[in-house]
C-alpha cells in the first residue's frame, strides 16, 4: 500500500519536474538586463513578493498528517502561495512568462506600453477651439 502511494505521489508531482524554465518580464516591455536601476528595482519588488508570497504560505491551517493527503495539502499550499506571489508581482508591473518566450513577450508589451502612451496623450490634449460664428450685432447692415 505504501508503495502505491508513493508511486501515486510522484506521478502526480512528476510533472513538476518537467516544468518550463520561467522568467520576470516588466509589462512596460522593457528589459532590465543592462539597466542598472531597473533591476535595482526588481529586486526590491522581488524581495517584497516574496515576503507576501510567505507570508500567504505561513497563514491558514496545515494539514500535520502524513501520506497521500498531506502531500497534496502541502503542494495546494505552495501553489496557493506562489499564486499570492505572481499577484503582488503583477501590481508592481511585472509579468511570469517561460524563458524561451521572455524576449517575443517584452516585445508585444513595449508596443502595449506605447500605445497606452499614445492614448493617454490623445485624452489628456485640449480638444480644439471652434470657431464660432458671427453674432447677428457684428454683422453689417445690408449683408
Same mark, same amino acid.
Do not use: H
Given at each position: 500500500?505504501?508503495?502505491? /502511494?508513493?508511486?501515486?505521489?510522484?506521478?502526480?508531482?512528476?510533472?513538476?519536474?518537467? /516544468? !518550463?524554465?520561467?522568467?520576470? %518580464?516588466? %509589462?512596460?516591455?522593457?528589459?532590465?538586463?543592462?539597466?542598472?536601476?531597473?533591476?535595482? +528595482?526588481?529586486?526590491?519588488?522581488?524581495?517584497?513578493?516574496?515576503?507576501?508570497?510567505?507570508?500567504?504560505?505561513?497563514?491558514?491551517?496545515?494539514?500535520?498528517?502524513?501520506?497521500?493527503?498531506?502531500?497534496?495539502? /502541502?503542494?495546494?499550499?505552495?501553489?496557493?502561495?506562489?499564486?499570492?506571489?505572481?499577484?503582488?508581482?503583477?501590481?508592481?508591473?511585472?509579468?511570469?512568462?517561460?524563458?524561451?518566450?521572455?524576449?517575443?513577450?517584452?516585445?508585444?508589451?513595449?508596443? %502595449?506600453?506605447?500605445?497606452?502612451?499614445? +492614448?493617454?496623450?490623445?485624452?489628456?490634449?485640449? /480638444?480644439?477651439?471652434?470657431?464660432?460664428?458671427?453674432?447677428?450685432?457684428?454683422?453689417? !447692415?445690408?449683408?
Amino acid at each position: 500500500m505504501r508503495i502505491l /502511494a508513493t508511486a501515486a505521489l510522484c506521478a502526480a508531482l512528476g510533472g513538476c519536474a518537467a /516544468a !518550463p524554465k520561467m522568467g520576470w %518580464v516588466r %509589462v512596460d516591455g522593457q528589459s532590465s538586463r543592462e539597466n542598472p536601476v531597473l533591476q535595482t +528595482q526588481f529586486e526590491v519588488d522581488r524581495t517584497a513578493c516574496l515576503g507576501e508570497r510567505n507570508k500567504a504560505a505561513l497563514s491558514g491551517v496545515t494539514v500535520a498528517g502524513g501520506g497521500l493527503a498531506g502531500a497534496i495539502a /502541502a503542494q495546494e499550499r505552495t501553489n496557493a502561495a506562489d499564486t499570492v506571489g505572481q499577484g503582488c508581482m503583477a501590481e508592481k508591473g511585472y509579468l511570469l512568462v517561460r524563458e524561451d518566450e521572455a524576449d517575443a513577450k517584452r516585445a508585444e508589451l513595449a508596443k %502595449v506600453a506605447e500605445m497606452k502612451k499614445q +492614448q493617454e496623450a490623445a485624452a489628456a490634449a485640449p /480638444a480644439p477651439k471652434q470657431k464660432k460664428p458671427p453674432s447677428k450685432s457684428t454683422i453689417a !447692415p445690408g449683408t
